[in-house]
């Protein structure tokens, strides 16, 4: 069965420095990752994903994140903060591309300090 | 405009009166699902459709039903609610192959 891990249920950093949201993911099958974020009082947006290809993937607000198949991790970064990047974050996998089986991550809260 | 709907988008109720909570989606996808967000938990997928007529449990089915009448529609109907239902719920669909669409969500409280 997958599971997803996010470590870190809240994470804060300073307006202007690096983000990191961790993922990891275990899985018998390489599978297919995504990020999603949740703004507040919103539904879940898609913030990138990873099915084939180039391994490290580019999303949308700057984010993007790197497939290490060795470290089964999908870590989420941006270069600088913004305010607006102030919301819930959400680690998926699925092991194929049907859509029925995505397993989601606990999520983590970021705040970004002005 | 492409979206995924629901309705109502924040419910009140008392234990044991049945609801149901519609979703709709414009954008002609074959799959569609259901999700409950909890604290800590994530999402928790309880209901999924691979089309019309054809429904299988997700990770938490039970207390739920759903049915798929037609492509666009996949309402989640509580027979008997209780409070550990309580929860938020997000419907969400997508066409084979790809990321998941999400509505903007229902936030159910039992009493």
């Known amino acids: 069965a997958q599971s997803v891990t996010q470590l870190g249920s809240h994470v804060s950093v300073s307006e202007g420095a690096l983000v990191l949201l961790r993922c990891n993911y275990s899985?018998?099958?390489?599978?297919?990752l995504f990020w999603y974020v949740q703004y507040p009082n919103q539904g879940l947006q898609l913030l990138l994903k990873?099915?084939?290809?180039?391994?490290l993937v580019k999303g949308i607000n700057g984010f993007e994140a790197e497939f290490k198949k060795s470290e089964t991790s999908f870590h989420l970064t941006k270069p600088s903060a913004h305010m607006s990047d102030a919301a819930e974050y959400f680690c998926?996998?699925?092991?194929?591309?049907?859509?029925?089986?995505?397993?989601f991550g606990p999520g983590t809260r970021l705040s970004v300090l002005p | 405009e492409a979206q995924v709907t629901q309705n109502p988008r924040y419910l009140i109720t008392v234990t044991g009166k049945k609801l149901t909570v519609t979703c709709s989606q414009n954008?002609?996808?074959?799959?569609m699902s259901w999700y409950r967000q909890d604290p800590g938990l994530g999402l928790r997928q309880i209901y999924y459709?691979?089309?019309?007529?054809?429904?299988d449990k997700g990770d938490v089915p039970e207390g739920y039903k759903v049915s798929r009448k037609e492509k666009r529609n996949f309402p989640l109907i509580l027979e008997s609610p209780s409070p550990n239902q309580t929860s938020l719920y997000f419907c969400?669909?997508?066409?084979?192959?790809?990321?998941?669409?999400f509505g903007p969500g229902t936030r159910l409280t039992v009493l």
């Open positions: 998926a996998v699925t092991p194929d591309n049907y859509g029925q089986n995505f397993v």
């Open positions: 459709s691979m089309n019309v007529e054809v429904t």
């Open positions: 954008m002609n996808h074959e799959y």
């Open positions: 990873y099915t084939t290809g180039a391994t």
């Open positions: 899985s018998s099958v390489p599978p297919y």
């Open positions: 969400a669909s997508s066409p084979a192959g790809t990321s998941l669409f």
